[in-house]
């Protein structure tokens, strides 16, 4: 009997020293939502960082090789993606000649019965010339009431 209530003495100090191990602790709440509070934390600066380094790379890559536009036309909005209410943007990579005009065009994104569009409005921008060839994208936004 005495080992028994020895054993029960030792167990309850151990559980005591070790919070884990006390059974119908009142503190179980606390400690959840502490960690819940630690994890949510966690997951909310991971998603930061993955926000700020996406925005930037994206804000870096449109605004590399700015040229100015000398003159440009607005793309026509195609009367089928208009009966269809299409709207969206139609981004375009372009390659402009030293002397300002258009060498070529190449579709980044966009819906496709806005795309021709767009490409052929671009081919006949002029842009201020410039010592070099460069590139650089150009984005058209269509809105389903144009």
Same mark, same amino acid.
């Given at each position: 009997?005495?080992?028994?209530?020895?054993?029960?003495?030792?167990?309850?100090?151990?559980?005591?020293?070790?919070?884990?191990?006390?059974?119908?602790?009142?503190?179980?709440?606390?400690?959840?939502?502490?960690?819940?509070? =630690?994890?949510?934390?966690?997951?909310?600066?991971?998603?930061?960082?993955?926000?700020?380094?996406?925005?930037? #790379? +994206?804000? #870096?890559?449109?605004?590399?090789?700015?040229? &100015?536009?000398?003159?440009?036309?607005?793309?026509?909005?195609?009367?089928?993606?208009?009966?269809?209410?299409?709207?969206? &943007?139609? &981004?375009?990579?372009?390659?402009?000649?030293?002397?300002?005009?258009?060498?070529?065009?190449?579709?980044?994104?966009?819906?496709?019965?806005?795309? +021709?569009?767009? +490409?052929?409005?671009?081919?006949? =921008?002029?842009?201020?010339? #410039?010592?070099?060839?460069?590139? +650089?994208?150009?984005?058209?936004?269509?809105?389903?009431?144009?």
């Amino acid at each position: 009997m005495a080992s028994d209530n020895r054993e029960t003495q030792s167990s309850a100090a151990l559980a005591s020293d070790v919070p884990f191990l006390m059974r119908g602790r009142p503190h179980i709440e606390e400690d959840f939502a502490m960690r819940f509070r =630690w994890t949510r934390l966690a997951t909310s600066m991971v998603a930061m960082a993955v926000i700020a380094t996406s925005t930037y #790379a +994206q804000s #870096a890559a449109t605004d590399e090789g700015k040229r &100015k536009v000398k003159s440009k036309n607005s793309p026509a909005y195609p009367e089928l993606a208009r009966r269809m209410n299409v709207s969206g &943007k139609v &981004k375009i990579e372009v390659i402009v000649m030293p002397d300002g005009r258009v060498r070529s065009t190449r579709v980044i994104g966009g819906h496709p019965l806005l795309v +021709q569009a767009c +490409q052929d409005a671009v081919k006949e =921008w002029k842009f201020f010339p #410039a010592p070099e060839e460069t590139t +650089q994208i150009v984005e058209f936004d269509f809105h389903g009431n144009n």
